[in-house]
């Protein structure tokens, strides 16, 4: 049936039971998984008049994120070593976490994105966003939310 599963994840509790869904669902079709952490670009901060403020260095920044990046794909690495799934981890750098997500969706021919969503209403929702509706409004590939 699925062939190819992408699962974006943050490290988050949430996200790893999408990770674990995907694992089940891999188990069950014989489908590859793929674990995509999506970075954000490092950030320039304008001031005031105009003046730009960049509280740590572009190399700070990468490092950070790099450490980041790690941590998520040891958690990403433990989580299919106990569902007895081998996953590919990626790490893609991008201003919209959910352009990332459909661009690797797209590349690696993915047929179904499995992840998570935290269920916010009103306000909060609006305000800040869900870069899973994002990617249900914006792909073509199915998407399987968990919660």
């Not at 260095?57 to 794909?73: A, F, G, M, V, Y």
Request: hydrophobic share 45%.
């Amino acid at each position: 049936m699925f062939k190819h599963i992408l699962v974006p994840t943050d490290g988050s509790k949430l996200s790893l039971k999408a990770l674990d869904l995907a694992a089940s669902l891999a188990s069950a079709t014989g489908a590859q998984v793929s674990a995509l952490h999506v970075a954000p670009s490092f950030p320039t901060m304008v001031g005031g008049d105009g003046y730009m403020v960049t509280p740590i260095t572009p190399k700070e920044w990468d490092i950070s994120i790099d450490k980041l990046s790690t941590r998520i794909s040891d958690l990403v690495e433990k989580r299919a070593k106990a569902n007895s799934v081998k996953v590919q981890f990626l790490s893609v750098t991008v201003d919209e976490p959910y352009v990332g997500i459909i661009d690797v969706a797209k590349r690696k021919k993915c047929d179904l994105i499995v992840m998570a969503s935290h269920g916010r209403k009103g306000i909060s929702a609006l305000l800040l966003g869900s870069e899973t509706t994002k990617v249900l409004t914006h792909c073509k590939v199915p998407v399987l939310v968990c919660r």
